[in-house]
């Protein structure tokens, strides 16, 4: 069955389709009798305005594109949860896109936004797609970065920005182990092309040496995955001397040290200790104590991008400084 159309709504209540408009856009410009009319004619034909029409008068689709890296991660859908919540109140919907931690893949989705219209964009960006970015910030598009910064390179923009304390969070677990006296410590890092896991990694760095600890710890780049936990494990254990402390810098990451520790009969702590940058649920289910780990704020993190978006979109604050916001960290413990 075919969509009914304006102008059969016009000829419907006979109206001219410039009244139809006037009455769908509640203008006061319309006789009692006119809106009734057109009301009983929509009703009875079941007419649907043009989503797309209304938006290329307004010149506003109300959809907002957020990339994130891995749509799975309960970390990135808490951000888009508290994105969705507060810009919902305002009318909009969001357009959600995984890049799976892949710079082509971004790339063909931040087209893909563009093309579709969308009023502003949400980026945890892969890396490699600076350039891209910051083009189109300046083409007018409101764009908001959430935990990852853009790579350095020539022509860099600032761009608004909100994301965690990266290094101080890592110190903070880096030291804390190492308070409690392990000095061979290993690391499951992120892809060092990423921002945050060169800061991350940066933070241990830091506390090792304030300890005075020159030797590089055991290091493994993973990818933020379960599997690469998995895999940092095993190449750890690989070694003449494992580290006897794991410093996971992701918790998808952590739960998969933990499930390969487990599986090799290790105890957490007694064999090897375990700080990760984000809670694991499931570290309470395998029953590891003392296993430390940074208290993120992924959904106020998602607050606060949404309330700076609508701000831009309602070109508050127009000739304002980027918004830079970067959450600090508690450290806490599964006792």
Known sequence: MLKATIKEVAAEAKVSTATVSR????SLKVSDDARQRVSAAIAKLNY???AIARSLKQDRTYMIGIIVPDITNPYFMEISKGI????????????FCSSDENSDK?????????EKRVDAVVVATAGGNGSKIESMSVSGLPVVLIDRRLEKHDGH????????DNSEGAYMLANRLLEDGHTALGVVNGPSWVSTGRERYDGVRRAMREWGIEHPPHVYNGDFSVEGGIRAVRSFWQAACPPTAIVSLNNRMTFGVL???IKRGLRIPSDVAIASFGEVEAGRLLKCPKLYYIDQQPYDMGKRAGELLLSRLNKLNENAYPHLEIFSHQIKCIL
């Not at 009455?23 to 509640?26: E, Y």
């Not at 971004?106 to 563009?114: K, T």
């Open 157 to 164: 923009t600032q761009l608004d920005l909100i994301a965690e």
């Open 106 to 114: 971004e790339s063909r989705l931040l087209q893909l936004l563009n």
């Open 84 to 95: 969705e919540d507060t810009v919902g109140l305002n009318g909009f919907q969001l357009m």
């Open 48 to 50: 649907e305005p043009s």
């Open 259 to 261: 499930l390969e520790l």
């Open 23 to 26: 009455v769908l856009n509640n």
